[in-house]
């Protein structure tokens, strides 16, 4: 039975990681932070399954802003893998706490890899990288396009994805960056803007809030299914050698298309008037303006256009996404729906 390290278990990410590997009969440790009030939403399904025959899921209290601690629950363990997704990843938020991300996201990284090499630890490591590392390099973006990173989180990612390969080629670690664009899920944090969208708009349809507010909605991103990409970074690890990949669907999508999506599907009928910072989205049936711009959430520096190429993991990996881009709103505002009529505020 392998053994599997995943920072940042109970975010999105890991928590259909971990059902991943629990599914391929791993032993799963998972780090999280020590909180005053549980965060575990996202795996108290694991976390209480009677049918599992054994324990196989471990939570660790630890911080990627603590070297020591790293180091011993990495010599405890000893994992025959580690997934680095412990990270302060809003985008936005950066540019309020640029040092902290700096520290957890960048430092953090070094961190790890520090404690592999320190401990001598035979083990397979990967790297949370993002798709907003290129910034607004030219599309679609590959593993060979120059980053040109836009806020301190993508700064901070830039710093993790060179120490990445720095350690593999002075330490012959087998480190491995996975360079993932947009991917959600029902599971995706509420200040996120595609959950933001899908939650505020079944809000909206259920007569429990009269406005959303918007930022940049012509900003187009790539979007796919987090559960489809987690199948695509267990696959680096699991080849015979450590290398970087782009995980993404290939297709865009703006903002505002996304909103267009998530109404259709609440029978909502949704049009625009002005533009700009005075452009106001209407439901044409009642009338009312449901979607309104706040300069509050645009980013100082915006940008504008990912889209990805997964080439090399289809070659290599054998890996592509399965779920379209209008399948993924639907799974979100079918979850959204059932979790807002139940009075459920997971992940929000």
């Known amino acids: 039975m ?44 694991i976390l209480s399954d009677s049918h599992t025959p054994e324990i196989r899921l471990f939570r660790e209290y630890g911080d990627l802003s603590d070297s020591s601690n790293i180091s011993r629950v990495i010599e405890r363990i000893k994992p025959d893998e580690i997934y680095n997704l412990g990270a302060q990843s809003h985008v936005r938020v950066s540019f309020d706490i640029p040092e902290y991300t700096a520290d957890v996201n960048g430092i953090g990284v070094l961190r790890v890899l520090d404690a592999i090499r320190d401990t001598r630890i035979q083990t397979r490591f990967y790297q949370a990288s993002s798709s907003e590392l290129f910034g607004d390099a030219p599309a679609p973006q590959n593993e060979n396009t120059n980053f040109q990173p836009r806020s301190p989180y993508a700064i901070s990612k ?117 533009s700009g910072i005075e452009e106001i989205g209407i439901d044409n049936k009642t009338g009312k303006t449901i979607i309104r711009i706040d ?35 639907r799974i979100m505002v079918e979850a959204d729906y059932n979790d807002v009529k139940k009075g459920t505020n997971a992940n929000v």
Not at 162 to 172: F, I, L, Q
Not at 298 to 326: C, H, M
Request: aromatic letters at 14%.
């Open 2 to 45: 392998k053994t599997a390290l995943i920072t940042g278990l109970t975010g999105q990410d890991g928590s259909y990681l971990a059902e991943l590997l629990l599914e391929k009969d791993y032993k799963v440790y998972g780090m999280v932070r020590r909180s005053s009030s549980f965060n575990t939403s996202r795996i108290d399904h």
């Open 158 to 274: 830039l710093f993790g994805y060179w120490t990445t390969v720095n350690y593999r080629e002075a330490y012959n670690i087998f480190a491995c960056n996975g360079i993932l664009f947009n991917h959600e899920s029902p599971r995706r944090g509420g200040t996120f803007v595609t959950r933001k969208i899908t939650r505020g708009m079944v809000r909206i349809k259920l007569g429990q809030l009269d406005c959303l507010y918007m930022g940049n909605m012509n900003a187009q991103r790539d979007w796919g299914y987090a559960k489809d990409f987690m199948e695509g970074i267990w696959s680096m690890l699991q080849q015979n050698t450590p290398d970087d990949f782009v995980l993404a669907t290939g297709e865009t999508h703006t903002v505002r298309e996304f909103a267009e999506t998530v109404a259709g599907f609440l029978d909502i009928d949704l049009v625009w008037k002005g």
């Open 295 to 329: 300069p509050f959430f645009f980013r100082p520096t915006e940008v504008n256009l990912l889209q990805g190429d997964y080439s090399k993991a289809k070659r290599i990996l054998g890996w592509e996404p399965k779920i379209s881009f209008k399948e993924l709103v």
